[in-house]
């Protein structure tokens, strides 16, 4: 089994994550913020990933460390459970549509983290999540996992749906690249190493 349980407490958030990638979609989220609650669990869904994500944080002055801290953490554990990523299929992609949103999503487990966010999402909230914190969510991520990820918001104009594309895109996207490669073993590179 692929798995990884890390634990992160500051001043501001203490954040508890267990992940099996190869898991059946199973999830236990709290963090305090609803919304995101039903994101990180659509994620792990739609990844086959097994996920128990427990977090505190100062939300009385507001979402920011929560869910950056959460996507710290979670990154950590993925690159914590991907090992050397032998055997790997090492890149994922998706075309995530949700009513009148498109997302594309690519990635590779390429040890060399890079965000593009190409996202016209409006500004404001959905529930008490603030919509510019996907973005620093995902960057947090993609900085602790090692992860190179592409986001394209190719349509939408309703926040939840947009929202809930990306997160259900990138789980589909991590998914496929984290399946086993049946025709090789080694490490999905020129180089050797990831």
């Not at 954040?15 to 236990?28: F, M, P, Y």
């Not at 990933?49 to 554990?77: M, N, P, R, W, Y």
């Not at 090492?90 to 965000?115: C, F, H, K, T, W």
């Not at 992860?147 to 589909?172: D, M, P, W, Y």
Request: charged share 25%; glycine share 10%; hydrophobic share 45%.
């Amino acid at each position: 089994m692929r798995e990884a349980f890390i634990e992160r407490k500051t001043k501001e958030t203490e954040i508890h994550v267990r992940l099996n990638i190869d898991g059946t979609g199973e999830s236990q989220i709290e963090t305090g913020i609803s919304f995101f609650d039903h994101m990180l669990t659509a994620f792990a869904r739609f990844a086959y990933f097994d996920l128990v994500l427990k977090a505190s944080g100062d939300l009385e002055v507001d979402a920011h460390h929560t869910i950056e801290d959460c996507g710290i953490v979670l990154g950590q554990a993925l690159r914590e459970a991907c090992g050397d990523k032998r055997g790997i299929e090492r890149l994922g992609e998706a075309l995530l549509p949700m009513d009148e949103a498109l997302i594309q999503v690519a990635l590779d487990l390429s040890n060399r983290p890079y965000l593009v966010w190409d996202v016209n999402c409006p500004d404001g909230m959905v529930g008490e999540f603030p919509v510019e914190m996907a973005e620093e969510f995902f960057r947090a991520f993609v900085v602790q996992s090692g992860l190179t990820l592409n986001i394209r918001q190719l349509s939408g104009k309703n926040r939840h749906h947009i929202l809930e594309a990306i997160f259900k895109g990138v789980g589909r996207a991590l998914g496929l690249a984290l399946r086993q490669n049946v025709r090789y073993s080694g490490i999905l590179s020129t180089k050797g190493v990831l």
